[in-house]
């Protein structure tokens, strides 16, 4: 059954800050993997989308990166802001059941100013 | 502008009265899904649909029933509502396999 961890659980930084949000997941048989954010109270923010043949993808400050064998994945954000404050999910998809996402519990990040 | 909208975004209900949460996408998907966000548990799928008239369950079906009748519609329908229910709701869709998924803003369900 595929788990999916996110280290740390909580994360508090400095504005300016370059920082790494860590993701693992038990079974390396994943069609993709995807980073969402979410604000308190709100729906979740697709950020980035990882396959499986991919190494990393790169959206502005963010960069998320993959290693499938290793089942790891991390989310580096760049030069941090307050406005960067939120919790942080990654999700992957498994090779069987496709329409399911298997989700990690989330980095609840803040960034003070 | 291409969403997923769910409503209502709240609700407070008594339990046993039926509830339906709608769902709605306007970017052809084929696939949605219903997830339930619980602290501690995070995000678990209750139910998913390949395409019109194909639904199947997820980790946490009980209690819960869905239909997808038009494309773009997928309601969340609680028959007899529990307190264990209580939760936020999430809908999301996807274009297909390898694509990745869209969610709605969420439904903050309460059943007292």
């Known amino acids: 059954k595929q788990e999916v961890t996110q280290i740390p659980a909580a994360l508090s930084v400095p504005e300016g800050e370059n920082l790494v949000l860590n993701c693992s997941f038990t079974d390396s048989a994943i069609y993709n993997l995807q980073w969402f954010r979410q604000d308190p109270g709100k729906g979740l923010t697709s950020l980035l989308l990882?396959?499986?043949?991919?190494r990393e993808q790169t959206s502005g400050r963010l960069n998320a990166s993959l290693d499938k064998s290793s089942g790891r994945s991390t989310l580096y954000i760049a030069a941090s802001q307050p406005g960067d404050s939120a919790t942080y999910l990654c999700?992957?998809?498994?090779?069987?059941?496709?329409?399911?996402?298997?989700f990690g519990t989330g980095t609840r990040l803040l960034v003070s100013p | 502008e291409a969403q997923v909208t769910q409503n209502p975004r709240y609700l407070i209900t008594v339990t046993g009265k039926k509830l339906t949460v709608t769902c709605s996408q306007n970017m052809n998907h084929e696939y949605m899904s219903w997830y339930r966000q619980d602290p501690g548990l995070g995000l678990r799928q209750i139910y998913y649909s390949m395409n019109v008239e194909v639904t199947d369950k997820g980790d946490v079906p009980e209690g819960y029933k869905v239909s997808r009748k038009e494309k773009r519609n997928f309601p969340l329908i609680l028959e007899s509502p529990s307190p264990n229910q209580t939760s936020l709701y999430f809908c999301a869709s996807s274009l297909a396999v390898g694509y990745g998924y869209t969610f709605g803003s969420g439904t903050r369900l309460t059943v007292v």
């Open positions: 990882i396959q499986s043949s991919q």
């Open positions: 999700a992957v998809k498994p090779n069987t059941g496709f329409q399911k996402l298997v």
